[in-house]
Structures are given as C-alpha cells and as structure tokens.
C-alpha cells in the first residue's frame, strides 16, 4: 500500500475530542454514501422525528442496530416493523477510527459498538446543541461525514452556551468524542451547500454516520 498524499492528522478540539480530516478515502467514502442509500430506504429507512415539544427534527435520520428517536433507543420502530441490523464491519471501522484519533486501541473488554445514526442534512438542515446521552456505556461516540461540509460546534459538558469550539467537518473527516468529553454538548449549526467533492455519489447534501456503544445489549 502507498502512503497517502496527506496523511490523516488527528487534531484535538477538546480533552477527548478528535477531529481527523481526511480520514476516509475518496473510494472509501463512495461504499458508504452507497450503503447509506440502501439504509436510507425503508421499511425502516429515513425520517425526520417529532420532538417532544412538537417541532419535527430538520434533519432526516436512520437507525441501524437500535431505533433511536428524541430520546431513547428502541428495539423496533414504534409500528413494530424491525431496524436495519447493525454491521459488524461498521464496528471495525469505528474502532479503527478510535485508534486513528487517540493513537492506541480501545481498551481490551470495551463495550461493543452497536448502534449507528444516519443522518442526512438538505441544505437547509441543522441540529441543535445536545448530548448524546440515551447510551448507557461509556465508549468514544465516533463520527464520519460525508459530502457538503458543516460547520461542527463542539461545545463543554455543561451549557449549550459557550466556550465551544466550530470545526468545519468535510466529506471524508472523522471525528471521536469520548472521555471527559463523551457528554459534551454539540450540533451543527450550518452546513455549506455546494462543497461535496464529486464522484462519491452525493451530488447534493450532506450525510453523518455517527456510530456508537449502546451499553444496552
Ligand atoms: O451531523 C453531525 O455531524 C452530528 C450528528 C449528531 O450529533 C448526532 O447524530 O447525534
Ligand atoms: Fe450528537
């Protein structure tokens, strides 16, 4: 194998908190934008949630392993129809994402990943700032995107509000979240329409596979 051009340099935003630009390959980020078409169509494929004050999520999601809606993972969907099962090789891969960004392997008996959330921002989607707190184990969430960047707020454990830190998050980058900042504070205020390299397969949007350890097996 030859050495890439630019080799993935982990970068940390937060104690815990990685950002890896161009970990994935322009081969590697087609498969998945490919996968996530299949995943994206139903039975149990995409849709935007109902939040529990009413208001419907703006950006579109799949659950793979677990159903997870605002806010708790769920063995089916609420009409009892299965969820995509989750793949193991996505598994492998966020665990090499964890050794990529923290330079050493999860520790010997880490709970398993389990769980992955496919979402899909149109130009006009966002995610408010929240913790990814419905999981009971305590496993680096890891975060591939796909196409358009976004700007990436990577806040603190303990306000929506500042200090946070924006990252700009391109098609291909990796990003870990784990430690002390597992329950940090994030969303994504904006992406950036338009800027999705060509030849993965999106022409328009952007995709965020964020896989994790559900502790609930
Ligand atoms: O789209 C992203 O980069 C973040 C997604 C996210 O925070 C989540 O799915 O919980
Ligand atoms: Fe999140």
Redesign the pocket.
Known sequence: MSEPLFPARPVEIAPGAVHVPGWLDPDAQRVLVERCRGWAVGPAGMRRHRMPRGGVMSVSMASLGLHWAPYRYAATLPDGTPVTPFPPDLGALARSGVETAYGAPLPDGTPDYDVA?V?F?DADAR?GM?R?ADEQADVPVV?L?LGDT?V?RFGNTETRTRPYTDVE?RSGDL?VFGGPSRRAY???PRTRPGTGPEGIGLPAGRL?I?IRASGLG
């Open positions: 959330l979402n921002y995610m929240h990814d975060s995107s976004c990436f998050l990003f994030h969303g994504v965020n964020t």
